[in-house]
Antibody, heavy 122, light 110 residues
């Protein structure tokens, strides 16, 4: 069974940093592109960042570019999001999500974790 | 990277059909056949319902269907059931390894 479990969320002051982790099980992450999607409380989904299966390419939403860094450790079957210079508007649930099978040139998110809540406040 | 436009809410009675629209531009919805739809119940993670405009993942009822015309994609749910009441989000590939979501539509089953 595919499972994605996020961790690392919490309350952090503006300007500080936080690192989110996503532990995958039931599949090998090195076969899939992985992404982070966030959702502010009571608001809609926002794509944050993605990384290809071999870390060859990464991309970021304009709202986080230059502050967030996505990475992966295929040996640990894990995905990460380093978040620096946090702002109040980064407050959200952060979901780890995987793309469909690499061989099918996927452009959709087929499995999602339950999310971890990040609150940026003084 | 502007969000795709969805109606804030739609409603229908059990057994009826509803359609949720998702309007973008030629740089996202209109430029690629990579529109996906997600269902989200309160307090739960999103669930993939439709991908590549009109394909259904295994396990998703065939009451759910997707289509696209120009810069607008649509999700149609036929034979509405109480458990279909949820928020629905469209998502489109926007090129250069970017994705954009719609603002979400709340479906109420009357």
């Amino acid at each position: 069974e595919v499972q994605l479990v996020e961790s690392g969320g919490g309350l952090v002051q503006p300007g500080r940093s936080l690192r989110l982790s996503c532990a995958a099980s039931g599949f090998s992450v090195d076969d899939y592109a992985m992404h982070w999607v966030r959702q502010a409380p009571g608001k809609g989904l926002e794509w944050v960042s993605g990384i290809t299966w071999n870390s060859g390419s990464t991309a970021y939403a304009d709202s986080v570019k230059g502050r967030f860094t996505i990475s992966r450790d295929n040996a640990k079957n894990s995905l990460y999001l380093q978040m620096n210079s946090l702002r109040a508007e980064d407050t959200a649930f952060y979901y780890c999500t995987k793309m469909g099978p690499r061989g099918y040139n996927p452009h959709y998110f087929d499995y999602w974790g339950q999310g971890t809540l990040v609150i940026v406040s003084s | 990277q502007s969000a795709l436009t969805q109606p804030r809410s739609v409603s229908g009675s059990p057994g009826q059909s509803v359609t949720i629209s998702c309007t973008g531009t030629s740089s996202d919805v209109g430029g690629y056949n990579y529109v996906s739809w997600y269902q989200q119940h309160p307090g739960k993670a999103p669930k993939l319902m439709i991908y590549d405009v009109s394909k259904r993942p295994s396990g998703v009822p065939d009451r759910f269907s997707g289509s696209k015309s120009g810069n607008t994609a649509s999700l149609t749910i036929s034979g509405l059931q109480a458990e279909d009441e949820a928020d629905y989000y469209c998502c489109s590939y926007a090129g250069s390894y970017f994705w954009v979501f719609g603002g979400g539509t709340k479906l109420t089953v009357l």
